[in-house]
Structure formats: structure tokens, C-alpha cells
């Protein structure tokens, strides 16, 4: 007999966390009627500053189907939670998969771009990304590189080697969920490799809350910006003293005057 799930759930806290927030985000969105076009990223909606959507893209599925599968992979990937030993751990798993959610989402941003731009495939401008694939996959990737003796469960019944989980799953999910994602899948494989091989590295407490931080401004801001909510408390009046004399110049004959007036002037916003 294996472990009781809450003992496992102990075990995997942040991959515990992780497919709750994805499970009450699905659940939130069937209950309100949100389509996968309020919250998916996609290449018109980033050149409109809709930055956020990074985020809420990744956490957020339409399809049950693909949400039960991302979190059937997720869970079988909170192994590395587990790897403390081999240099893995909670933190290392906590780091990382902030870098995999911005940096895959990104990543696929810029290949819409090529896509686009280079090859002229305009049916790219308006596909739109969903779901925590991009994260799923850039994990098995990155356990492929550190473990790759280990098995990736799926569904409790199905077990693919993880050296060739992330391919394998790719053509799996893209035969069993059609609209699935293609780049937003092979953006994660790529970050993951990045991680594995050591290119991208070095993250720590102090770069993890710095990019953290850096990610919650943009997030709050382009989500201001792009009016999509109103968050008027985000608003900085005006700096106008009635009290100090405004000056201003204006043109008198072929020369300039210098005014100055007790009168108040309009004053600049400071957003």
C-alpha cells in the first residue's frame, strides 16, 4: 500500500499549493463563465500591454480534460520537492518554477513574433495560450536532465520514462487535447533545458523575491493600464500649491516676455 495522500501532500507542499490554486482558478471560471480569451495570452493582447496575462494564462484551464491532466504530471513531478539531497528541494522547486511561468510565457510571445513577422503566418496574431502546461513540461524536462532514471505516472495508471517523458507527452497531449498548446508546450521544454543544463541558474531567496517583486509591479500595472479592472486606489493626484507663483512665457512681438502669477497653473500628473 502507498502512503495516505495527506502524508503525500506534506511531502509536496508547494506542488500541493500549486494544483490547488490551479483547481479553485478552474472552478472560478466555469462558476462565472470566463472564456479562455479574458484570461489567455496572446500575441495581440501582449502588444496591447496586457503583460498580465502571463500570468493569469498560466494558471488558468478551460478544459477539464487538461486540467486533470497537468495536475496528474504535476503531482507525479513534486518528486523533485523530495531531491533535497541531490540539490533539488522545496526552494530550488519554488525558484525555479517562477522562472518557468515568466519565462516561458515570454518565450512564447517571441516565437508568435517570428512566426508573425518572419514567416507571415498571421493565424498566430490571434491564438491564445492557456493552462500550466508550460510549467509541467519545463519540469519533466529539468528531471530529465538531473534524474533521468525516474518515471513520470500519469493518471495513476500510465508510466513513461522521464529521459523521454517531455517529447512523449507533447504528441500525447497534442492527440488526446487537440487545441493544446504546441509552442506553449515546447517553450517550457526549452526554459527547462535552459535550467537543466545549467544556463539559467544561480537562483537564490534574494533573486527569487527580487524577481518576484519585479513581477507583481508589471502585473499590477499593465493590469491598470490596460483598464481591463478598475484600480482607481493605484491613482497619484495631482501636485498643484496655489500658494507658489506659476511662470510661463509667451511670445510678444518678435521677442519673449517672462511672466509670473500668483494665479494657479494646471499641474502635471505623476503616474
Given at each position: 500500500?502507498?502512503?495516505?495522500l495527506?502524508?503525500e ?6 506542488t ?12 472560478y471560471?466555469?462558476?462565472?463563465n ?10 495581440e ?39 533535497g539531497?541531490?540539490?533539488l528541494?522545496?526552494?530550488y ?9 515568466v ?12 512566426l508573425?513577422?518572419k ?8 491564438v ?12 519533466m ?5 538531473k534524474?533521468?532514471s ?11 520514462p ?37 544556463l ?13 517583486g519585479?513581477t ?12 481591463t ?5 493605484l491613482?497619484i493626484?495631482?501636485?498643484t500649491d ?18 509670473m ?10 503616474v
Amino acid at each position: 500500500m502507498g502512503k495516505p495522500l495527506f502524508y503525500e501532500i506534506l511531502e509536496k507542499p508547494a506542488t500541493s499549493c500549486a494544483i490547488g490554486i490551479c483547481s479553485a482558478i478552474w472552478f472560478y471560471i466555469q462558476k462565472s463563465n470566463i472564456g479562455y480569451s479574458h484570461v489567455g495570452l496572446s500575441y495581440e493582447t501582449a502588444l496591447e500591454g496586457h503583460y498580465w496575462r502571463i500570468i493569469t494564462s498560466a494558471f488558468s484551464h478551460i478544459s477539464v480534460l487538461h486540467l486533470v491532466f497537468n495536475m496528474s504530471a504535476l503531482w507525479s513531478l513534486g518528486v523533485v520537492e523530495q531531491l533535497g539531497h541531490l540539490g533539488l528541494g522545496m526552494q530550488y522547486y519554488l525558484h525555479y518554477t517562477l522562472v518557468l511561468v515568466v519565462l516561458s510565457g515570454m518565450l512564447v510571445i517571441g516565437m508568435y513574433h517570428i512566426l508573425i513577422q518572419k514567416f507571415k503566418l498571421e493565424y498566430f496574431r490571434r491564438v491564445t495560450a492557456v493552462g500550466y502546461s508550460c510549467v509541467v513540461f519545463g519540469w519533466m524536462t529539468i528531471l530529465s536532465v538531473k534524474q533521468p532514471s525516474s518515471k513520470l505516472n500519469l493518471f495513476g495508471f500510465l508510466s513513461l520514462p522521464i529521459s523521454f517523458a517531455p517529447f512523449e507527452s507533447l504528441i500525447f497531449t497534442s492527440i488526446i487535447v487537440p487545441q493544446a498548446s504546441f509552442i506553449g508546450h515546447l517553450s517550457g521544454i526549452i526554459v527547462g533545458y535552459a535550467v537543466g543544463w545549467g544556463l539559467i541558474h544561480g537562483m537564490n531567496n534574494y533573486w527569487a523575491v527580487t524577481m518576484l517583486g519585479w513581477t507583481v509591479l508589471v502585473f499590477v500595472f499593465s493590469l491598470k493600464k490596460s483598464g481591463t479592472f478598475d484600480l482607481n486606489f493605484l491613482e497619484i493626484e495631482p501636485v498643484t500649491d496655489p500658494s507658489l507663483p506659476s511662470v510661463r512665457f509667451f511670445a510678444a512681438g518678435t521677442g519673449r516676455s517672462l511672466q509670473m502669477s500668483t494665479l494657479p497653473d494646471a499641474g502635471a500628473d505623476l503616474v
